[in-house]
């Protein structure tokens, strides 16, 4: 998308988009949405529309998200913290850390397990919803 016009009405712009009042609704604090659990790695959706969800996936070490696929949405994974092994199929792994970001398009496997011996977080961004699940364990 191209976009015409100065600095300063582009400044000008981002100023409105961003005005406080929709700021709070927009803005997430991670330590505020990130949970735990010790049975389970733990998926915690903080933000959903018709068009996407953001998520974010907390994993204690060992723990694990099963390979799966949707057929109807993407799906990115952003590392935060720790390390981990991603799994984009049958017998593929790769070791991912803090800082990775991984895409998954309609239909291709994806699952991840906590290899370390530290927390896992990630971020999930998905859409369109409702994505349906297609375990592949």
Same mark, same amino acid.
């Given at each position: 998308?191209?976009?015409?016009?100065?600095?300063?009405?582009?400044?000008?712009?981002?100023?409105?988009?961003?005005?406080?009042?929709?700021?709070?609704?927009?803005?997430?604090?991670?330590?505020?949405?990130?949970?735990?659990?010790?049975?389970?790695?733990?998926?915690?959706?903080?933000?959903?529309?018709?068009?996407?969800?953001?998520?974010?996936?907390?994993? /204690? &070490? %060992? !723990?694990?998200?099963?390979?799966?696929?949707?057929?109807?949405?993407?799906?990115?994974? +952003?590392?935060?913290? *720790?390390?981990?092994?991603?799994?984009?199929?049958?017998?593929?792994?790769?070791?991912?850390?803090?800082?990775?970001?991984?895409?998954? /398009? &309609? %239909? !291709?496997?994806?699952?991840?397990?906590?290899?370390?011996?530290?927390?896992?977080?990630? +971020?999930?961004?998905? *859409?369109?919803?409702?994505?349906?699940?297609?375990?592949?364990?």
């Amino acid at each position: 998308m191209e976009t015409r016009g100065s600095i300063s009405e582009m400044e000008a712009v981002e100023v409105m988009a961003s005005s406080p009042s929709q700021i709070n609704e927009r803005l997430f604090k991670l330590d505020e949405v990130v949970q735990f659990d010790s049975e389970a790695g733990k998926k915690t959706i903080f933000y959903e529309t018709e068009k996407m969800a953001l998520a974010v996936w907390c994993l /204690e &070490p %060992g !723990q694990k998200v099963v390979n799966h696929s949707h057929s109807n949405a993407d799906d990115i994974w +952003i590392c935060t913290e *720790g390390t981990g092994t991603f799994y984009p199929g049958y017998g593929e792994a790769v070791e991912i850390t803090k800082g990775d970001i991984i895409y998954s /398009e &309609p %239909g !291709q496997q994806h699952g991840m397990v906590n290899t370390g011996t530290e927390r896992f977080v990630f +971020i999930g961004i998905a *859409g369109p919803m409702p994505m349906d699940f297609i375990s592949h364990e």
